[in-house]
């Protein structure tokens, strides 16, 4: 497999191929993946969430970001790397915005996403203007989980819908080389897609975008306590560490480990 570019991400659009992407945060997830065949792993915030226990993606910093990217980084060969952006590390000032954009990059990463539509056009433009490619995110945009009041699908209501394809064109015209939907209705999303030139990447936004993004941890089934409608789970990991766990406290309990073929 050769190495995945930007350019590449963009022609898939044109060409009429779906872009699947996963999210990963260490090492060997991001080996895994990149060995699978994913085009991009995004290195995603919803660490905080799923890596650290958080309650949401609020409390996850740069110096995190930066680990999380450093890993993944070792661990992919061919994938494209985009790293989210933390709350707080782009809406103060563009020259904050600009300088963490390129800590992240120097960390292995190359591309940033952040999420905003219109407010953050010219946030956008100054990181490309520094020749790093920048991915949008619009709708459901977690770190606005409290003016949201919740994690709520945007874009109902008429008002919403048309503030939503103003920013879907504004981050365009930015110079995003793909955005995120996340959270809002299918119709809305496949307006979307057919109505800006750059590749859509959908999460709880329907089957018409052009590709879709999960977080690993909910694919694999890593957790059971929440599971939104747009999840496909394609494993239950939980359950089978849960079994190999227990089989290892038996072992050592019972003395069957370690027996001579573990021994020196």
């Known amino acids: 497999m050769k190495k995945i570019t930007i350019l590449d991400i963009i022609k898939m ?15 060997p997830t991001a080996k895994v993946l990149d060995e699978a065949g994913i085009p991009l792993i995004l290195v995603g915030d919803s660490a905080g969430m799923v890596f650290a226990g958080y309650k949401n993606t609020l409390s996850v910093t740069m110096d995190e970001m930066r680990y999380h990217t450093k890993a993944v980084a070792k661990g992919s060969k061919n994938a494209l790397i985009v790293t989210d952006m933390p709350f707080l590390s782009y809406q103060v000032s563009i020259e904050e915005a600009k300088k963490n954009a390129g800590l992240l990059v120097r960390e292995g990463a190359e591309a940033v996403k952040l999420e905003g539509g219109l407010i953050m056009a010219d946030t956008i433009n100054a990181i490309v203007d520094m020749d790093i490619p920048v991915m949008g995110h619009i709708g459901l945009t977690p770190q606005s989980v409290h003016r949201m009041g919740g994690y709520r699908v945007q874009g109902r209501e008429k008002k919403q819908r048309k ?4 920013d879907a064109r504004a981050v365009e015209r930015a110079g995003v080389f793909c955005v995120v939907l996340e959270g809002m209705p299918t119709d809305l999303a496949k307006e979307i897609t057919e109505t800006i ?4 990447i959908g999460i709880g936004a329907g089957p018409y975008c052009d590709g879709q993004v999960l ?19 394609y494993a239950n990991l939980k359950e089978s560490i849960s079994t190999a766990v227990n089989e290892y406290i038996d072992d050592v309990k019972k003395g069957r480990f370690p027996g001579r073929e573990h021994s020196f």
């Open 197 to 200: 030139s750059v590749p859509t």
């Open 163 to 166: 503030k939503l394809l103003n």
């Open 13 to 27: 659009k044109a060409e009429g191929q779906k872009i699947p992407v996963l999210t990963a945060y260490d090492y």
């Open 215 to 233: 977080v690993i941890h909910d694919v694999l089934g890593l957790y059971d306590d929440v599971q939104p409608k747009f999840i496909k789970r």
